[in-house]
């Protein structure tokens, strides 16, 4: 802290001669003033100017010697180093605080005297302040005194800190100050910021405008030359401008000028303000520039419909895609909403429901429509994205419409193909597979009937599936069917021509069917199981990917059949007797068992007939095992022409056979018994060349009791009956008694 100066009051030298003439004259001498009053007057009056004169000149020298007397006076006690100095350099007086300090801190108190410049004094260490107090006028030295910095050491090293990362903040934001005297013409700028922006040595620093105009861009002079024109004309204007100003290096670099015009006391004007280099940002800004004009080219040429829409939902911007959807051209279309447009109410619906849950929301949304042309229907995936202003505010909604009709379709084609895939893979009814593969073709060719046809595996019509056409029927003859196995893929027209469709031709004629591509269903390397027919009012033209679709659409066809026949036939192999084809023991047991229950459950009446076959062993024996099998196969053949579709028969043993008869009774299934004895008799095994053969029938009935449960007990008393029928002899019938019969005569009837 600056401590306070001394101050003086000196009187005023006329006054102080004026105190001292009087006491001059009392101590003149008697003779002297006796002369003087003798003398004449002229001579009196150069007397009293002399003495006057030399009165001044003694009150002159008193006063010049008071005040520095009074001034040692004041700066003695002073806590600070303070001086005395002549003009001449020379040190009148040293306060006690001064002469305590080393001799080149005191001495600089002299020095500095002559270098103000530099009022920074140190040593060891100890920053000191020279500062100056004038004396009064005419005298010919002046106070100086030291001041310590060491309390403001801190904060001055702080605030060069501050001034030096505020110079370096100036250069990392490549700022330029700069000041131009409009009289003048001088531009003066920050040396070290010249070689940090534009590499330019420290000369250019103050140099006439004239010469920086040659580093101006020619296209920047002219607006340049005529903003300082103005500026001459307007103090307090504020000046914005952008140049390009040629560095050192020969590159040209973009500079944005912020100034103001400020007058001064001449009369003239001054500008003064900041250079700023824009190169990165005028290169961003061009390049974004560049990217807007090309995403703007591309949204205008895009496919996907875009659209803005505010929060109303009218319309604020359309692309050309939307002229696919309806007849006016874009710019009829804007500032109205989509029913106004004439789009369907239902889309215009829902497209504003989704429109007010993204402005709810505040997030993007995503919902498919479809728009129903003239002649087609496309399904468009729409996402909406809002948009908002820098205040953060939602300010509209961004809308781009994908045409994913392919799309759609094809991937409801996949879900189709694997739907299909998994009932194969689920051993589902071959009915329904064919059904949801023919619902899935027809789907992806709306106009068309889809009907498949499998071919039977020996003689016969075959099957037809075809979901939407009325039942269908018909038996072809073996020519036809060769041709149907063996036929390739092919467009038939008209379609009542061709072999597999001409027993339909009144249907056809009827449906307005008059065309159709013919697929066979034939699996690799192996005769055609059926054929697909994809039905038309006009002969379609398949392209590339339908016939993929087809031909993918009759592999899985011909596998679900395959797989059909495979598992019936492996059904058959588990199920069936491989020499009779009967039911083998374990399934014949598993039906029976069903059917034992069902008859328990409904009260209903069950039989079962057990046959063993007598002189199996004497066939073998005479003629061979095939002449057994031959018998064992005929006996079955006898089996399934005498009993009915609801009888089960099958081979229990060897040589045992077992027929279930439900809701059949003891006596009715005697008949059957009797009918199988009566028909061998009748048809004996014929073996060419050898004679008829014959062999014998044993046969036990068991009728179903109510306290039976097991069908393991009916079995026990069936075999049981069996063996009674073998002790009576050969051919013999061994039965429950009927109902009617005498309770106390209750023996099973017997016939021989």
């Not at 306060?95 to 530099?118: F, H, I």
């Not at 959807?325 to 106004?340: D, H, I, N, R, S």
Request: hydrophobic share 40%; net charge negative; glycine share 6%.
């Amino acid at each position: 802290m600056t401590s306070r100066k001394p101050t003086m009051t000196l009187p005023h030298p006329e006054r102080a001669v004026a105190a001292m003439l009087p006491l001059a004259l009392l101590h003149l001498p008697a003779e002297a003033a006796e002369q003087l009053t003798a003398a004449p007057l002229w001579l009196y009056g150069l007397e009293i100017v002399t003495l006057l004169a030399l009165a001044a000149a003694l009150v002159l020298l008193l006063y010049r010697r008071q005040p520095l007397a009074r001034q040692r006076a004041a700066l003695e006690p002073l806590p600070f180093p303070a001086a005395i100095v002549q003009d001449d350099g020379h040190g009148l007086y040293f306060n006690p605080a001064a002469q305590t300090l080393p001799a080149t801190t005191r001495n600089a108190l002299l020095r500095q005297t002559l270098l103000s410049d530099s009022p920074l004094v140190q040593d060891d260490g100890e920053n000191w302040l020279l500062q100056h107090q004038p004396a009064l006028s005419g005298s010919t030295w002046q106070i100086s005194y030291l001041t310590s910095l060491s309390p403001w050491q801190e904060q001055l090293e702080q605030l060069e800190s501050e001034v030096s990362q505020l110079n370096n903040a100036l250069y990392s934001a490549n700022l330029v100050f700069f000041t131009l005297e409009l009289a003048s013409g001088v531009l003066r700028l920050a040396p070290h910021a010249l070689q940090h922006a534009y590499g330019l040595e420290s000369d250019w620093g103050e140099l006439p405008l004239e010469r920086w105009f040659g580093r101006l861009h020619p296209d920047d002079q002219r607006q340049v030359t005529e903003l300082l024109r103005q500026s001459a004309e307007q103090a307090g204007s504020d000046l914005s401008l952008e140049v390009r100003v040629r560095q050192a290096n020969g590159l040209w670099e973009w500079v944005a000028i912020n100034a103001q015009v400020y007058p001064r006391r001449d009369g003239h004007h001054q500008i003064c303000g900041v250079g700023e280099r824009i190169t990165a940002r005028k290169d961003a800004l061009d390049m974004q520039r560049r990217r807007e004009q090309a995403f703007r080219g591309l949204v205008d040429n895009s496919v996907d419909l875009i659209a803005r829409v505010d929060p109303q939902g009218r319309c604020l911007y359309l692309n050309q895609t939307i002229t696919r959807c309806v007849a006016q051209p874009e710019g009829e279309l804007l500032g109205k909403t989509l029913l106004e447009n004439g789009m369907p109410a239902a889309l215009a619906n829902r497209f504003n429901s989704e429109c007010q849950e993204v402005i709810r929301q505040n997030r993007a949304r995503m919902f498919d429509a479809e728009v129903a042309l003239s002649t087609l229907t496309i399904t468009f995936e729409v996402r909406l994205f809002p948009e908002l202003d820098p205040a953060g505010r939602l300010e509209s909604v961004l809308a781009v419409a994908r045409d994913v009709t392919d799309l759609r379709r094809q991937q409801r084609l996949t879900q189709g193909e694997h739907a299909v895939l998994d009932m194969i893979a689920h051993r589902a009814p071959l009915h329904d597979i064919l059904t949801r593969l023919a619902r899935l073709l027809e789907s992806q060719f709306p106009r068309a009937r889809i009907a498949i046809w499998q071919a039977p595996q020996g003689d016969g019509h075959g099957d037809w599936i075809a979901p939407e056409l009325p039942p269908l029927a018909a038996e072809y003859d073996g020519a036809t069917l060769t041709l149907l196995r063996l036929q390739q893929p092919c467009l038939v027209n008209p379609l009542d021509s061709h072999p597999l469709w001409q027993p339909f031709a009144t249907l056809l004629g009827q449906l307005n069917l008059n065309a159709g591509w013919l697929l066979p269903l034939q699996p690799p390397q192996q005769p055609s199981l059926g054929v697909l027919c994809l039905l038309t009012e006009q002969p379609l033209a398949i392209g590339g990917e339908d016939k993929q679709l087809l031909a993918r659409a009759s592999h899985l066809a011909a596998i679900a059949i395959k797989q059909d026949r495979h598992d019936a036939e492996q059904h058959i192999a588990a199920s069936r007797d491989p020499l009779t084809g009967v039911l083998n023991r374990y399934h014949f047991l598993d039906v029976a068992d069903r059917e034992l229950l069902a008859a328990e459950r409904y009260g209903r009446e069950l039989s079962l007939c057990l046959i063993e076959l007598d002189g199996l062993q004497r066939l073998n024996d005479s003629f061979g095992q095939h002449a057994g099998d031959k018998a064992i196969r005929h006996f079955a053949e006898l089996c399934r022409n005498e009993a009915r579709k609801v009888d089960l028969v099958g081979r229990l043993d060897g040589k045992v056979f077992a027929i279930l008869l439900p809701t059949t009774p003891a006596d009715q299934a005697r008949h059957l018994a009797e009918r199988l004895v009566a028909r061998l008799a009748q048809q004996p095994l014929q073996l060419p060349p050898l004679p008829p053969l014959y062999y014998n029938l044993s046969i036990g009935i068991a009728s179903h009791l109510p306290t039976e449960n097991q069908l393991e007990t009916l079995l026990r008393r069936a075999e049981h009956y069996l063996s009674l029928a073998q002790h009576l002899g050969v051919n013999q019938i061994y039965s429950d008694p009927p109902p009617s019969a005498d309770a106390e005569n209750n023996q099973p009837a017997a016939r021989s």
